[in-house]
């Protein structure tokens, strides 16, 4: 009787097969380093954007006053809160991740010429209030008509900047136009060595 061939792989073809797997799997994981914290930068900013246009969209919709109390902490992670203004309910809480925060990152452009839409000089993270004084540049009360205002009932415009912690270019920021309560989001961007805000 004629022996059947045994068939399959040998022992150094898988191992060569494998430790090519790796090398190629390692190389896969460094690319894709930048590109997630890119993301997470991304999905922090619009999750911040988020929650204004749903305060907004609460009080226009309910005729009622809700805020938004925002609050860098000492230790992470960085949080917003949508509260009801007549009852003190909250209504949401989100939480950034805890390598970003509402930071101003060394290197942003200052002065309120270079500042988005001319709001603060980027010296403060969260700069509501701007021009007026005995309010609350942390909060940000928004009307049944859909505007923003303080405390106080003033007109509320200010500027949010979210960012990773020594990394300028992941700094996004967000402004509000109180009489309005238009809201416009912004990405910082390197032009040729110097840094600018971009509408996004």
Known sequence: MRQRRMRGFSLIEMMSV???VIIVSSISVMTLQPELKASRVTNAYNTSLMVF???RDLAVAQR????VNIQHNTTPPDTMQIVQGAT???VNTFQMPEDLGYIIVSGIPTGAANAP???GAGAVAI???QGVSGGNKTVVYFQPDGSAQDVNGNINNGVLYVARTND???SHAITIWGATGRLRGWRLVNNAGTPYWRQM
């Not at 009622?64 to 805020?67: E, R």
């Open 18 to 20: 494998l430790g090519i």
């Open 127 to 129: 700069d509501f209030d």
């Open 88 to 90: 003190g309910t909250v």
């Open 168 to 170: 300028v270019y992941s």
């Open 117 to 119: 839409d001319g709001f």
């Open 64 to 67: 009622q006053v809700y805020y």
């Open 53 to 55: 246009r749903q305060a």
